[in-house]
């Protein structure tokens, strides 16, 4: 009787909560709420594919400080202005199940002031980011109080239109050893300090994961 009351109680707290979201689609509400549940596996059973590691600490043949990408304002970011600094590139979208890593995301930018955490929204991932760059970035702010740089909405995947940021970080002839594109909303790049890029993280790996810290020190 007590465990089923402490059931209904779960069930009645969570619907609450996604009945609050007012600002929020039911969509969005929802998979905010069972978040938590989808980087369980990983937590538990950790596996090797969804973290890779510039073990030889190869060299960039391009630098990462020669590109340039548009701010969500549509200003341009010249990434000569990154260099001395850790960077954390981030595809990201609104309507994915790990959306909810904006928050976490957020958490991390004021922890470690000092790391650039860089969020490139895109619709390649079952069309799961729709909405115009005003619409992304007003989205961010009020459900997530995004304060790190929101980028332009572009194209991550390999092809034609893949942005030149995320070609860098998918060709190895490019940046020194990683082929790897994002697999899916909230894949993860970290650069270091003198532009080499040491990690790359699937979605499933929380931004506050002993190894997403570690990377960024």
Same mark, same amino acid.
């Given at each position: ?111 470690? !002031? ?5 969020? &490139? =929204? ?7 980011? @729709? $909405? +115009? ?7 961010? !702010? ?5 304060? &790190? =740089? ?7 995947? @390999? $092809? +034609? ?57």
């Amino acid at each position: 009787m007590i465990r089923k009351i402490g059931v209904l109680l779960i069930i009645v707290a969570a619907a609450l909560y996604i009945i609050k979201r007012k600002d929020m689609t039911w969509r969005q509400s929802i998979l905010r709420t069972v978040y938590p549940l989808l980087t369980l596996k990983e937590k538990w059973f950790p596996s090797d594919q969804n973290r890779l590691k510039n073990e030889l600490a190869k060299q960039p043949n391009l630098s990462f400080y020669s590109l340039q990408a548009k701010r969500n304002d549509g200003s341009e970011m010249a990434f000569s202005e990154l260099q001395g600094k850790t960077v954390l590139v981030v595809n990201t979208a609104s309507d994915c199940g790990y959306t909810g890593q904006y928050e976490e995301l957020e958490k991390l930018h004021q922890l470690h !002031k000092d790391l650039i955490i860089l969020a &490139f =929204p895109a619709n390649d991932f079952k069309q799961q980011e @729709k $909405g +115009s760059d005003g619409d992304i970035a007003n989205f961010c !702010k009020v459900n997530y109080g995004v304060s &790190f =740089p929101l980028m332009g909405k572009t194209s991550v995947v @390999k $092809g +034609s239109t893949q942005h030149p940021v995320f070609q860098w970080l998918s060709d190895a002839a490019k940046n020194g050893w990683c082929n790897k594109a994002p697999v899916w909303n909230f894949s993860k790049y970290v650069i270091n300090k003198e532009g080499v890029l040491t990690h790359f993280f699937s979605p499933s790996v929380s931004p506050l994961s002993d190894e997403v810290l570690a990377a960024i020190k």
